[in-house]
């Protein structure tokens, strides 16, 4: 396997395992603290002593500093994941080749913008024989991070401290079973189905299923629109759950889509005078796919609210989802450790959070103004699609164009009266090497279109290229990375371009991935990605309009 891809979904289920042993060992685990590699060339020892000392004062663990560390080789970029199992499995090795004397090491690495604020923060902990316990990730699109918003290493340092907490934290002990893992018996619900106990529900088909080794709950629209599930009422004390009125609460539940298309959403009901009195509702929409993984909502109690009811929520006829493991917990507080937490990290491909629903980032310009003005009349020169590929076997990347796809977009600005569009044939050299965030990554190839389209001096108001970003997943699947669309003025300046990845709903809504990486398959995904891409034009602009 390529050493920049996750690992297969087993080695996912034995770190949670692996996990389950570090928690259980509690505060007597020994935790050696390597120095933490920065910007992926060098290493600093007082990042590793800051972040020891805060997990001793918390009593996480027994956290000690190493006096020296490796560089750590491998970088990755654009692809932060790429990035995140080089360094995962450098760090895996050295701990083979050097064992520490310790139950546990942890190598952190955090990365700057050229703006000198902290962009990515990674880190992997080991046990004494260099296996994997955790592996994280986190990034300006992950909620820890935004709070935190680390522009130091000291920054830094306090986010990893706080997703170790998320990792060795457990589900609160409720005084209330609400049996959220199903596995806790059943009954014969007023329908007829088998239903789990302690869970009621109305609406469509809902049923308890058992896959022989693991029971879960079944909601399914074959006759009605929607379908809810939630624990038997009266609603639940927030001191029963262990949750101050006025805190964060995160509510995370395993979800798998069955069949249909079809929406998920989990809904906060919230009650005061002792669930006598409703006290508002909120819901988050989620993006469930074919493979088991869990999804997590975070909302804020309101400050007068005593208990809640929390739901599962299917919807659209036709559509059917299975629920495990629901749980509501504080993350505004420290909690005992006994349980499996949520983790960032996937079991199979991507584990979903809760999904950014604006169509894409389209950073600020002077210069959108007079092209939204322009829309139905202006003049557009349409290049090939280009499309960039990793390959499977080095770090190299292998370039082409697509002229389908810019027939495609050709197309759709003609329908939608966006613009009067012409094609280009001249092939656009985007083949820019550097960069280490996306971001950097799309305003590179973005200076490299406008320094070409400037050469070739053409009579139309705007340049419109697009870029997909494909690399390879296990078993010899392909998946989007990312997709940019660039749209340049007549001088070169960027006049509505925008970029989409799994952040954003309706990137990870499409499903942009193959079963294999056979001709026919990329040429597939390459036109489902310009579909996606084209949506989003038509949402940006009705968005800024």
């Not at 589900?171 to 209330?176: A, C, E, M, P, Y």
């Not at 977009?409 to 939608?416: R, V």
């Not at 139309?460 to 003025?489: C, K, Q």
Request: hydrophobic letters at 35%; aromatic letters at 8%; a negative charge.
């Amino acid at each position: 396997m390529w050493a920049g891809l996750p690992p297969e979904p087993s080695e996912f289920a034995a770190m949670d395992k692996r996990l389950e042993a570090m928690k259980k060992a509690g505060t007597s685990a020994g935790v050696m603290v390597y120095p933490t590699r920065v910007g992926g060339d060098h290493t600093d020892q007082s990042s590793a002593t800051r972040l020891s000392k805060l997990l001793n004062e918390a009593g996480l663990c027994q956290a000690s500093v190493a006096k020296t560390g490796p560089v750590l080789k491998g970088e990755g970029w654009p692809d932060e994941s790429t990035v995140l199992w080089l360094f995962a499995r450098a760090a895996r090795s050295y701990v083979r080749q050097h064992p520490a004397d310790s139950d546990y090491v942890l190598f952190a690495d955090y990365w700057d913008s050229p703006r000198k604020t902290t962009w990515a923060v990674h880190f992997v902990v080991c046990d004494r024989a260099g296996d994997w316990v955790i592996v994280d990730l986190q990034n300006s699109h992950h909620p820890d991070f935004q709070r935190i918003n680390p522009k130091t290493l000291a920054d830094g340092d306090r986010l990893m401290f706080e997703r170790l907490k998320t990792h060795l934290k457990v589900d609160l002990v409720s005084k209330r079973d609400i049996n959220g893992d199903f596995e806790g018996g059943t009954y014969v619900h007023s329908s007829g189905a088998k239903m789990p106990l302690m869970w009621d529900g109305v609406g469509g088909a809902l049923h308890y299923e058992n896959d022989g080794s693991n029971g879960y709950i079944v909601l399914s629209n074959s006759d009605s629109d929607w379908t809810v599930a939630h624990p038997q009422k009266p609603p639940i004390l927030l001191s029963d759950l262990g949750v101050t009125a006025g805190k964060t609460v995160a509510f995370d539940a395993d979800i798998i889509k069955l069949g249909g298309d079809g929406s998920v959403f989990l809904k906060l009901e919230e009650y005061k005078n002792g669930g006598a009195t409703p006290n508002g509702i909120s819901s988050k929409q989620i993006g469930p796919t074919d493979s088991w993984a869990t999804y997590r909502a975070n909302f804020k109690i309101k400050p007068n609210t005593d208990s809640v009811i929390f739901v599962l929520v299917a919807q659209d006829k036709g559509a059917s989802y299975g629920f495990d493991n629901v749980t509501f917990t504080s993350i505004d507080q420290r909690v005992d450790r006994e349980s499996v937490p949520v983790t960032d990290i996937p079991k199979e491909s991507v584990v979903t959070e809760e999904k950014i629903p604006a169509p894409g980032f389209r950073p600020e310009s002077d210069h959108s103004g007079a092209f939204l003005s322009s829309v139905g009349t202006c003049q557009m020169v349409v290049f090939p699609t280009v499309v960039r590929r990793k390959s499977t076997s080095n770090d190299g990347v292998i370039m082409s164009s697509n002229k389908a796809s810019q027939q495609a977009i050709l197309k759709h600005l003609t329908k939608k009266n966006i613009a009067e569009s012409n094609a280009c044939m001249t092939e656009l050299d985007l083949n820019w090497t550097g960069g280490k965030s996306q971001f950097e990554f799309f305003e590179s190839s973005m200076k490299l279109m406008a320094e070409q389209v400037k050469q070739l001096n053409m009579e139309t108001n705007y340049h419109l290229a697009m870029e997909v970003i494909i690399v390879p997943r296990p078993n010899g699947r392909s998946a989007v990375f990312g997709i940019h669309v660039y749209i340049l003025d007549q001088a070169g300046h960027n006049a509505f371009s925008f970029l989409l990845n799994s952040h954003h709903q309706l990137f990870i809504s499409a499903e942009l991935h193959t079963e294999d990486s056979s001709k026919e398959s990329i040429e597939k995904l390459i036109v489902k990605s310009t579909q996606v891409a084209l949506q989003a034009l038509e949402q940006q602009v009705q968005l800024a309009k």
